[in-house]
């Protein structure tokens, strides 16, 4: 019974230590990345491309995702500001009936943007993938980053560490209670951000060139 208590005694405190760690590397990635992003369109220097970090167009539930709404208002802003010359779309099209990438397009000519300016990356299934393979596959390592705060967070730490040049521009945020899970699983994705850097993970697919003007 002893060593019961013992062993419920140290996993406790072995997941209050955790949990700790995870809250400080949170801050940390937050920190290192603090110069780098905005909300503001006129600290957002002129750049050829805006790599959008994809996203679903709808919950579960049927309704509209406010990050992608944001996001693609977002890149609409950075478009009609002349901030930007192309747009590079990232994001998941690993099952026929669920494309990111061509929902956010379609969402974007919507706001005036011309097709032909828009390319489409259908192997961004995760932010790690979207970073690698805008630099490798499409030749991008000067760029802005679209996304909400935390997110572009993340990525820009990944474009430091693959060489690259990178600003973020933050769309507008979710609250707290539509957000909450997205928030949480955050945590998760920045201390498993180290664990793929450390085993050097690559993306899950890279492929042949394709070249944005």
């Known amino acids: 019974m002893k060593f019961i208590k013992r062993l419920i005694r140290t996993g406790i405190y072995l997941g209050i230590v955790i949990a700790i760690l995870g809250i ?3 801050h940390l990635i937050s920190w290192a990345a603090a110069s780098k992003n905005s909300y503001l369109l006129e600290d957002v220097p002129k750049k050829e491309v805006a790599l959008v970090l994809g996203t679903a167009q709808f919950l579960k539930n049927g309704r509209t995702n406010l990050y992608f709404k944001f996001r693609v208002d977002a890149v609409a802003d950075l478009w009609e500001a002349g901030k930007i010359k192309y747009v590079l779309i990232s994001g998941d099209n690993g099952r026929k009936e669920y494309d990111e990438p061509t929902a956010m397009k379609k969402a974007l000519i919507k706001k005036g943007l011309p097709a032909e300016v828009i390319y489409l990356d259908y192997a961004g299934f995760r932010t790690l993938d979207s970073m690698v393979r805008a630099k490798k596959v ?5 760029l802005i980053i679209v996304s909400q705060q935390f997110h572009v ?4 730490l990944l474009a430091k560490f693959n060489d690259m040049q990178a600003f973020g521009y933050n769309a507008v945020d979710v609250d707290v209670y539509n957000g909450f899970g997205t928030k949480f699983r955050e945590y998760l994705a920045r201390i498993k951000f180290w664990i793929d850097y450390l085993f050097g993970v690559d993306p899950k697919f890279l492929g042949e060139s394709i070249a944005i003007p």
């Open 153 to 156: 967070e993340r990525a820009l």
């Open 24 to 26: 400080l590397n949170y």
């Open 138 to 142: 499409f030749g991008q390592s000067d």
